[in-house]
């Protein structure tokens, strides 16, 4: 009966912990996603524990329905490093246009650094 009351109190944490994390992201606080890391690893080890000792101490609805928070904070946290890697990508390349690299060839000659490519005609008939 203790087994199953700790398994009990692991789930019901680890839902509140993924529901915080959750509201953590779509509220844009992403330092406190340091903060909930180790809990949930904690939680998580605590509740694999207890199922391995008592596969049954938990509902099939309540696994259900933590694999739901799951699987929403996964998708979370993927758009959320989607996002992260697109800003990081914009400052790169802001940097890149803004600063010397590309203007100057290797012997220290200025490159024709122009907006659209030069036109070229045709000139066979």
């Keep these: 009966m203790n087994n199953q009351r700790q398994a009990l109190a692991a ?15 779509e509220g844009g606080q992403f330092s406190q996603l340091v903060e909930y890391s180790g809990e949930k690893a904690r ?9 391995q000792e008592n596969p049954e101490a938990v509902s099939k609805e309540q696994l259900s329905g933590l694999k739901e928070l799951i699987l929403r904070d996964q998708q979370h946290l993927q ?14 390349d802001t940097r890149e246009r803004h600063s010397l690299a590309g203007l100057y060839g290797r012997e220290g000659a200025k490159r024709v650094n122009r907006a659209t490519p030069s036109p070229s005609v045709d000139k066979s008939f």
């Design 43 to 51: 939680l998580s080890a605590v509740l694999e524990k207890q199922l």
């Design 11 to 25: 789930v019901d944490a680890l839902g509140n912990l993924l529901r915080k994390e959750i509201a953590a992201i």
């Design 79 to 92: 758009q959320a490093q989607r996002a992260t890697a697109e800003v990081i990508q914009e400052v790169t």
